[in-house]
């Protein structure tokens, strides 16, 4: 990582650019040039304008900064000096930054728990690139989208004829990240069976494919994520507790985007500064699109701020985005009453919370049917009628 760089004393049209610690830019103000860490470092030139715009030229990136816009024009050149690091102003979340890199000189399995959407797959990213095994790949994988019965072949490989329709072996995705990093999104959602696989995979460092007879050396640095509380779930019974503690020698956890607002115009300027056109123009949020940003709560974390800048992207004409082009839903769903239904209503509503909770708390839709005591497929069918609106009693006998 590059030592911080001085910056100019302060100026009048840019208050905070003496406080901000760039790291490898070649700063350009005027007729003055400060250069960067690096022997070819990337290049910001400030300029005092009457109406903020950035351009990105290459490796150099314009600011024309308006009174008023130095809080987002030094965000943006954050943004421009540090591309493939998660975004952060706030202390905390710099705090976790740094905790990440540092965790990730180590060898040790990490453990992210966090909400939906707080970042949690960067924060596994930089990890990665802080560590010796940055030059090997980084295998991710999102264990709530492999298909039940094919968790084990896909991670763990399988021999030719293990099982019908395998025609060729397969390596697996863990041996795919040997020398490198193994990330296992929503952890939480994998089988107990192939739990006690990966707990001998971190345990003896060698994987047995489905179907094989003799294990493979394997040299994987794992790191896991998932936004259930682990440990409740170990508690429960539907995650190991032996795996849980091979997993979590180092937890880290990521906080709700409310809960760190200095992060907000942060994430938006790595955002926007992604999607300059072709004429290098950086999309431009004004005052009143920074205030409306600012004040809004974030349920949906980054994922939700992220589309909201999308949504803005679509709506306005030119490079600058007001406060009109942010379509945000402020609505909060009323949560659901059984007051005034009839019996039958009322029963549904019931039968509808309890699948809710089920799947909620459930490492798998398997599990869910387990505990809510039916088949998995008139769990399907409760779904379906759920999402259609009719009574799904009258569909399963």
Known sequence: ??????????LPWIPGLADWHRTDLELVIGEQRFPGAGLKSRRLVLNQAAAGSARQEGDTLHLAVAPGDAEWALALAAAFDAPNRPAAADPASRDLLALAARVGASSTSVLIEGPTGTGKEGLARLVHHSSP????????????????????????????????????????LIRSADGGSLFLDEVAELPLAAQAKLLRVLQERDVLAVGATRPVKVDVRLIAAGNRDLAADVAAGRFRADLYWRLAVFPLRTAPLAERP???????????????????????????????????????????????????????????ISARHLLIDTRTPPPPSSIGLPLPGQMRLAEQESIARALATSASRRDAARRLGI???????????QRSGHDAAAMVQ
């Open 1 to 10: 990582m590059s030592t911080p760089v001085p910056v100019p004393s302060p």
């Open 133 to 172: 095994r940055r030059t090997s790949p980084l295998v991710a994988v999102n264990c709530a989208a492999l298909a039940e019965q094919m968790v084990e072949a896909t991670l763990f490989g399988h021999e030719r004829g293990a099982f019908t329709g395998a025609l060729a072996a397969s390596p697996g």
């Open 262 to 320: 200095d992060d907000i115009l942060s994430i938006a300027a790595h955002w926007l500064l992604g999607r300059a056109g072709g004429d290098g123009l950086v999309p431009w949020l004004t005052p009143c699109a920074r205030g409306r940003l600012l004040t809004h709560s974030w349920p949906g974390n980054v994922r939700e701020l992220g589309n909201v800048l999308d949504r803005a992207l679509v709506l306005c004409d030119g490079p600058d």
């Open 375 to 385: 088949s998995e497929r008139t769990l399907r069918y409760k779904l379906a009628a």
